[in-house]
């Protein structure tokens, strides 16, 4: 089963922790900051389309990409709910196709930490490159070495709703810097009894230098990398790091 095929019916549940708005006030700091009004705008790794919403709410065109079509169409349902419009596409983010380019492309909630080949890493932003306008900006987020070592770790989480639960089993391979976490969750049905569905997850740590040489092999350049949310230098204890990247317009290569 792929990565949240059945828990997107109960994703929103157990993230309503995140901050989505301020992480969206955050993306709209970075194109201030980097000097971009971006027309049109794709996420890839939508979800369940917490931000794509958000910044469609907020005036801009919205092209959103996900692998999981149930995730897609909880993205959905709430769009057609708030009457606002926005392109959902099924696509696999090593792979995707858009119609045209675009202004900025997002990749956000640690999204390309599921990518754990060097080759497909390498696609992903090969691809970006060429559906980005000249100078527009790739904006995406990763989970960290420290934060997969000292924060998951080989430890469990749970967390319990009015409606579902779900166990959360993590293991660290630091030789291979893979993350595993094997999630059992319970859902309430009709009949007052609970389903239970599991999921397997994979996610890899990468180091900034090798970020950093995706970035300039695809043609784009490297602008920064945050101490996620602030505008602070990543640090060696960061858990979360965002990184901006630039589409090299012509005249600049």
Not at 36 to 43: H, I, K, N, Q, S
Not at 137 to 147: A, G, M
Not at 157 to 174: H, L, P, Q
Not at 216 to 230: I, N, Q
Request: with cysteine; charged share 30%; proline share 1%.
């Amino acid at each position: 089963m792929g990565a949240y095929e059945s828990f997107a019916s109960v994703y929103d549940l157990f993230m309503n922790d995140v901050d989505y708005d301020g992480w969206t006030d955050y993306i709209e700091e970075i194109w201030k900051k980097f000097d971009l009004t971006p027309g049109l705008v794709c996420e890839l790794g939508c979800g369940t389309g917490n931000i794509t919403l958000r910044l469609a709410e907020r005036g801009y065109d919205m092209i959103a990409v996900d692998l999981s079509a149930e995730m897609l169409s909880e993205a959905e349902k709430k769009a057609e709910e708030k009457n606002i419009n926005a392109l959902f596409l099924m696509q696999d983010m090593r792979e995707f196709e858009l119609y045209g380019t675009v202004s900025s492309v997002l990749c956000l909630c640690d999204s390309l930490n599921y990518i754990t080949e060097d080759e497909d890493m390498q696609d992903v932003f090969d691809l970006v490159n060429n559906y980005l306008d000249p100078g527009g900006l790739f904006i995406f987020d990763l989970n960290t070495e420290y934060k997969f070592r000292e924060i998951y770790g080989q430890n469990t989480f749970s967390e319990t709703g009015d409606d579902a639960v779900y166990i959360w089993e993590n293991y660290y391979d630091e030789e291979e810097r893979i993350n595993e976490y094997y999630l059992n969750f319970f859902v309430k049905n009709g009949g007052g009894t609970y389903d239970r569905t599991q999921e397997e997850h994979y996610e890899r740590a990468y180091s900034l230098e090798e970020i950093k040489g995706f970035i300039e092999k695809s043609g784009m350049r490297f602008e920064a990398a945050y101490d996620a949310f602030t505008f602070e230098p990543a640090r060696e204890d960061s858990e979360r790091i965002c990184v901006i990247a630039r589409e090299i317009m012509k005249k600049e290569r």
